[in-house]
């Protein structure tokens, strides 16, 4: 393997590495040194190396198996790698930020970290799953780095729902499971540069400091409206697309028809492909003017001038939602009544994910 060090094939070497440590660091403090930092950094490592945030005694012990022996000094290595709080048991890190996925802000912690620093551990309480630190911090760059690759508005393009920010992960090839992912945004919370937020309908949306800024702000309402606009003009970009996908099949039923002498019903679908376009021009209307909302949200100076933008968009839905049926009120109902043959809010979170918000 790639992480194993270049000893790892010198038989005299790995029997010392291999051998279970002093009871005593005094009785030989070289050779303990020697022999946890060997372990240390045959651990960080092999981490990086495989891409892994957590790991336990028992995976360790498995990956580091040599000719059917297994390192007799593991629990050693991390109890000081605990002590020196270069790993931290996932539960307690994930605890330790006090705040739920409902909170809009950030509290004082429930459980700090500082108590594991110096502690005694016993072999039970190592025996579960533990985080790398220096690998979280790394995963969280990455993500940090993603997401800011799309924003191009920061006033509205720093607020995410949590299945647009995973889409835009593994486009970008950062792969993270649902507990890593749990463990790199509550590394960016401990960091201030996320907060997050649980929005009625119990999605999770998250908000990013601006690039340049070290702490996030707390999501607002000002922040969930746009949200909400974005999404809108996501739902009626979709709408759109089935609509003219529906005008083209009908075209081409009713040259068909006429080509057959069937005129009766070419008369009857072009009837029909007449209104369905007049919908089609309405949707557009609305599309134009979501999308001239959100230009003046992005454009504004202060927050007085993106409150005026989001009065005019609630007067703008208003005016139109008799035609339309769209409301911003109602802009989560109709995206749940909207019929396709793909699952609907999974392609507005893709809609939102790649970009299509001008």
């Not at 009625?200 to 949306?205: A, I, L, T």
């Not at 697309?241 to 009713?254: A, C, F, M, P």
């Not at 376009?277 to 949200?297: A, F, H, V």
Request: neutral net charge; hydrophobic residues 40%; charged residues 30%.
């Amino acid at each position: 393997m790639a992480y194993f060090p270049e000893e790892w094939q010198d038989d005299n070497r790995m029997n010392f590495m291999f051998s279970a440590f002093p009871e005593n660091r005094n009785v030989n403090p070289k050779h303990w040194d020697s022999k946890l930092q060997f372990w240390t950094s045959a651990i960080v490592e092999s981490c990086d190396s495989l891409d892994e945030l957590c790991f336990d005694i028992n995976v360790l012990k498995s990956r580091f198996c040599r000719r059917g022996v297994t390192p007799l000094g593991l629990s050693t290595v991390l109890k000081e790698m605990l002590n020196s709080g270069e790993i931290v048991r996932t539960s307690d890190f994930l605890d330790s930020v006090y705040d739920t996925w409902s909170e809009w802000s950030y509290g004082m912690a429930k459980k700090s970290l500082w108590w594991t620093v110096g502690k005694v551990w016993q072999n039970n309480e190592i025996e579960v799953s533990l985080v790398l630190l220096s690998s979280v911090k790394k995963k969280a760059e990455k993500v940090l780095s993603c997401h800011y690759q799309s924003v191009k508005h920061s006033i509205t393009d720093n607020i995410v729902p949590e299945k647009v920010l995973k889409a835009r992960l593994k486009a970008s090839n950062v792969e993270l499971s649902q507990q890593e992912f749990e463990i790199v945004i509550c590394q960016l919370r401990k960091e201030r540069l996320v907060s997050v937020h649980l929005l009625e309908n119990g999605e999770k949306v998250f908000k990013f400091a601006n690039k340049n800024e070290s702490k996030v702000v707390a999501i607002s309402e000002t922040d969930v409206n746009i949200l909400r606009l974005k999404k809108a003009e996501a739902t009626i970009q979709l709408q759109i697309r089935k609509l003219q996908n529906d005008v083209d099949e009908l075209q081409g039923i009713v040259v068909a028809s006429v080509k057959q002498g069937l005129r009766n019903k070419a008369k009857k679908i072009l009837s029909q492909k007449h209104m369905m376009s007049k919908t089609l021009d309405k949707k557009e209307s609305l599309l134009l003017n979501t999308q001239d909302i959100l230009r003046r949200i992005q454009d504004a100076h202060s927050d007085v001038n993106v409150i005026e933008a989001l009065k005019a968009g609630a007067q703008v839905f208003k005016t139109i939602s008799q035609e339309s049926g769209l409301t911003i009120d109602n802009v989560e109902k109709i995206m749940g009544e909207v019929e396709d043959v793909m699952d609907e809010t999974a392609e507005i979170d893709r809609t939102i994910s790649e970009g299509t918000m001008k």
